[in-house]
């Protein structure tokens, strides 16, 4: 056997139908597409719907957008670290021990709620009315990095 010997399987190769090449032929004329009607013309895209209201006109447009970079606070008001020893130090660390914030992220102290005792309170970042609180109480505010 040699190489101009070999061929394909009997019925493994079909011939590729040619349409449209004259009325004598099978599928002359029309070609196997009909009679009349935007299909029988052109080709008509996938997402036509006929006519009516397309589906990406009917929805709503989204407004705005959404900052990738936001960094999101877990928020802890003044009035919950009152639960903490006179004189301590309430870092992320002990919050987090305590359950008063999620357990990753950085933390924000609110000035929401009342504080009567000195405090060094450690947090990534204070609102203006959580420093007034903690200093009228006699404690102080350190800022962490993040």
């Known amino acids: ?28 004329k029309t070609a196997g597409r009909g009679t009349k009607g935007t299909k029988a013309r052109n080709t008509v895209p996938a997402w036509f719907e006929g006519g009516q209201m397309p589906l990406y006109r009917r929805l709503p447009k989204l407004k705005g957008f959404k900052n990738r970079n936001r960094v999101e606070y877990t928020v802890v008001n003044v009035g919950r670290l009152s639960d903490f020893r006179k004189g301590s130090t309430v870092g992320p660390e002990e919050l987090r021990g305590r359950g008063l914030a999620k357990k990753r992220g950085p933390i ?26 903690i200093e009228a109480a006699g404690g102080t505010v350190e800022v962490v990095e993040k």
Do not use: C, Q, Y
């Open 1 to 28: 056997m040699k190489l101009h010997h070999l061929k394909p399987a009997e019925g493994s190769k079909k011939k590729r139908i040619r349409v449209g090449r004259g009325e004598g032929g099978r599928r002359g």
């Open 108 to 133: 924000k102290i609110l000035g929401e709620g009342e504080l009567n005792k000195d405090l060094t309170v450690r947090a990534h970042a204070f609102s203006v009315g959580a420093v007034a609180a």
